[in-house]
């Protein structure tokens, strides 16, 4: 089945200890990105990447980072998680990264608090 | 500033009447349009993408498109008590730094169909 799939689905830590959220895609998307979602602000791209090695900043970057080293796989680290990252995180990919109309697929969405 | 603007709502319908659902969007090169739909806590999930002007239809689902008046529309037809959730819109902009596929995300829409 083609899917995102996203780990953990529920997370609660304490401030600044760091920490990983795993995305997979089996669909041999090239564009996979980070977006997380609070109440009234919407979905906020925090980081993209259109390839392999390929990673650039979305609209709300700091305090996160990603890696692309394979093609199927995209992790978001928080180096030091605080309470103002408490939020619904959602990885997503699509075919390509250009114009080409395909849509994003995503994840199931990991729910973070920091305390 | 790119912007794609929905009514928050709450809409609400009864059920088997036609749901309406308005995204305006400011960027006039915005090339591919999207509706998701997103039930409380859950990911988003594809439910229309219209490209061209007019409607495009799928199963109880229309899309229509006007680029000259800015405007996309989502409608349902017989509502059901389970198309309750928010509509989110999302558009396509022209031209991206990098080639980013950037969505811009309207905050969407909830809709409540009553039994």
């Known amino acids: 089945e083609a899917q995102v799939t996203q780990n953990p689905r529920y997370l609660i830590t304490v401030t600044g200890k760091k920490l990983t959220v795993t995305c997979s895609q089996n669909m041999n998307h090239e564009y996979m990105s980070w977006y997380r979602q609070d109440p009234g602000l919407g979905l906020r791209q925090i980081y993209y990447?259109?390839?392999?090695?390929?990673?650039d900043k979305g609209d709300v970057p700091e305090g996160y980072k990603v890696s692309r080293k394979e093609k199927r796989n995209f992790p978001l680290i928080l180096e030091s998680p605080s309470p103002n990252q408490t939020s619904l995180y959602f990885c997503?990919?699509?075919?390509?990264?250009?114009?080409?109309?395909?849509?994003?697929?995503f994840g199931n969405g990991t729910r973070l608090t920091v305390t | 500033q790119k912007e794609v603007e929905q009514n928050s709502g709450p809409l609400s319908v009864p059920e088997g009447a036609i749901a309406s659902l308005n995204c305006t969007y400011s960027?006039?090169?915005?090339?591919?349009f999207f509706w998701y739909r997103q039930y409380s806590g859950k990911s988003p999930e594809l439910i229309m993408s219209?490209?061209s002007n007019g409607d495009k239809e799928d199963g109880r689902f229309t899309a229509q498109l006007n680029k000259a008046s800015q405007y996309v529309s989502l409608l349902i037809r017989d509502s059901q008590p389970s198309d309750s959730a928010t509509y989110l819109c999302?558009?396509?902009?022209?031209?991206?730094?990098?080639?980013?596929?950037?969505?811009?995300w309207g905050l969407g829409t909830s809709l409540a169909v009553n039994p």
């Open positions: 990447s259109m390839n392999v090695e390929v990673t």
């Open positions: 960027d006039r090169g915005s090339q591919s």
């Open positions: 999302a558009a396509t902009p022209l031209l991206n730094a990098g080639n980013n596929r950037k969505l811009i």
């Open positions: 997503a990919s699509s075919k390509s990264g250009s114009h080409d109309n395909s849509p994003l697929h």
């Open positions: 219209i490209y």
